[in-house]
T-cell receptor, first 109, second 115 residues
């Protein structure tokens, strides 16, 4: 079963920051945390990943706690197009990704 | 921006028939994957492929499934004798290198409908 835990759903007002939490208490020391999203039934889209340090790219920011047991994905200014299911993804085996049930983010006008 | 392309976008087949789903990974990528998503359910890993052989496979990937890289660009998933429960979205993905720091890029998927 999924090694990550996320709330099933969240709402966010358009233009506001969306903060999506994830617990990954069983993550090992050399495993990265990845975030993907899936808009409707499209293929999962890579957002960001990190190991220990906080990360930022053009899509989002990733805050990882010092103990690495949880992280938060931040979409700084959510738009309607950010409505999607967001997955905090664990990497199992050598390279395959284990998707949980994710958080359904709804951006409200 | 380079992308993973999958064909067809929708495949309808009769139970018991063979289907081949096709994928063109990103050109400089070395690691290839198939995932599936039954309607309303999670994205599930099927198989990974590297250096012309299967690297890992899940319990779902039984003898009815096979993968092949027939040439330098295509990566295919074959289901020999489809069952109703094979109906799902099938996603191909590729990554640049096999490592723990592994960003996978997904195609738009093929919707397989088994009647």
């Amino acid at each position: 079963d999924a090694k990550t835990t996320q709330p099933p759903s969240m709402d966010c007002a358009e233009g506001r920051a969306a903060n999506l939490p994830c617990n990954h208490s069983t993550i090992s020391g050399n495993e990265y945390v990845y975030w993907y999203r899936q808009i409707h039934s499209q293929g999962p889209q890579y957002i960001i990943h990190g190991l220990k340090n906080n990360e930022t790219n053009e899509m989002a920011s990733l805050i990882i706690t010092e103990d690495r047991k949880s992280s938060t994905l931040i979409l700084p200014h959510a738009t309607l197009r950010d409505t999607a299911v967001y997955y905090c993804v664990d990497q199992t085996g050598a390279n395959n990704l284990f998707f949980g049930t994710g958080t359904r983010l709804t951006v409200i006008p | 921006e380079p992308e993973v392309t999958q064909t067809p976008s929708h495949q309808v087949t009769q139970m018991g028939q063979e289907v081949i789903l096709r994928c063109v990974p990103i050109s400089n990528h070395l690691y290839f994957y198939w995932y599936r998503q039954i309607l309303g359910q999670k994205v599930e890993f099927l198989v990974s492929f590297y250096n012309n052989e299967i690297s890992e496979k899940s319990e779902i990937f039984d003898d009815q499934f096979s993968v092949e890289r027939p040439d330098g660009s295509n990566f295919t998933l074959k289901i020999r004798s489809t069952k109703l429960e094979d109906s799902a979205m099938y996603f191909c993905a590729s990554s640049e290198r096999p490592s723990r720091r592994n960003i996978q890029y997904f195609g738009a998927g093929t919707r397989l409908s088994v009647l």
